[in-house]
């Protein structure tokens, strides 16, 4: 158990729709970082927040917004869902934002996004 | 930019016997590696990583030396055991300073290991 938990653990939906899912980072992180893993794609890092700003953003699509709040917790969002958004969706945590050499990422067990 | 190749799976072994599963790198500057294990229905564990030139990870029996000349970082076992059978990616992440945050990917390689 790495001390990350990500809620649901399953989600179905339907194209056009809106989902928000849910990341809690280990007790003491501040970092929160979202991946998107798929088939074609593989694991593709989305967006990271540190201490409730955003960081680095990477190949995250304009439908897709995340936030990070003041306890830590972070949710990212998905809308106008298409049928290639179906995915697992990572959420990963760290103490620090810098990417120092002593920096792991922690992650957690995932969301299974399928889009109908 | 950065990425990360792998070597294709599936790979399949019978118990006891020696992994090697190859990794190579594309990166600008002085990157981190990592290989990650991803068990059935889990997330991603940190198996290991080294953050220069030369260094050795080990971690569970599994090792890798972070080679700059040939640009890889392979994993190895010297014997594997039916609970290693997971999926294996390696990671690099760009040296220290902004825009080093995430981790870059291989696309992973599958093992399953037969009794």
């Known amino acids: 158990d790495s001390g990350v938990t990500q809620t649901p653990k399953h989600l179905i939906t339907a194209t056009g729709q809106r989902v928000t899912l849910r990341c809690s980072p280990r007790?003491?992180?501040?970092?929160v970082y979202w991946y998107q893993q798929s088939l074609d794609q593989g694991l593709q890092f989305l967006i990271q927040?540190?201490?409730?700003?955003?960081?680095a953003k990477g190949n995250i699509l304009e439908r897709f917004s995340a936030q990070q709040f003041p306890d830590l917790h972070s949710e990212l969002n998905l809308s106008s869902l298409e049928l290639g958004d179906s995915a697992l969706y990572f959420c990963?945590?760290?103490?620090?934002?810098?990417?120092?050499?002593?920096?792991?990422?922690?992650f957690g067990p995932g969301t299974r996004l399928l889009v109908l | 930019g950065n990425s990360v190749t792998q070597m294709e799976g599936p790979v399949t072994l019978s118990e006891e016997a020696f992994l090697t599963i190859n990794c190579t790198y594309t990166?600008?500057?002085?990157?981190?590696l990592f290989w990650y294990v991803q068990y059935p229905g889990e997330g991603l564990q940190l198996l290991l990583k080294a953050t220069k030139a030369d260094d050795k990870g080990s971690n569970k029996g599994f090792e890798a030396t972070y080679r700059k000349e040939t640009t890889s970082f392979h994993l190895e076992k010297g014997s594997v055991q039916v609970s290693d059978s997971a999926v294996y990616f390696c990671?690099?992440?760009?040296?220290?300073?902004?825009?080093?945050?995430?981790?870059?990917f291989g696309k992973g390689t599958k093992l399953s290991v037969i009794p």
């Open positions: 990166a600008t500057g002085y990157p981190s």
């Open positions: 990963a945590s760290s103490v620090v934002a810098s990417g120092g050499l002593q920096e792991t990422q922690y």
């Open positions: 007790s003491g992180d501040l970092s």
């Open positions: 990671a690099l992440r760009k040296g220290v300073g902004a825009g080093s945050y995430q981790l870059t």
């Open positions: 927040y540190y201490n409730g700003e955003e960081r």
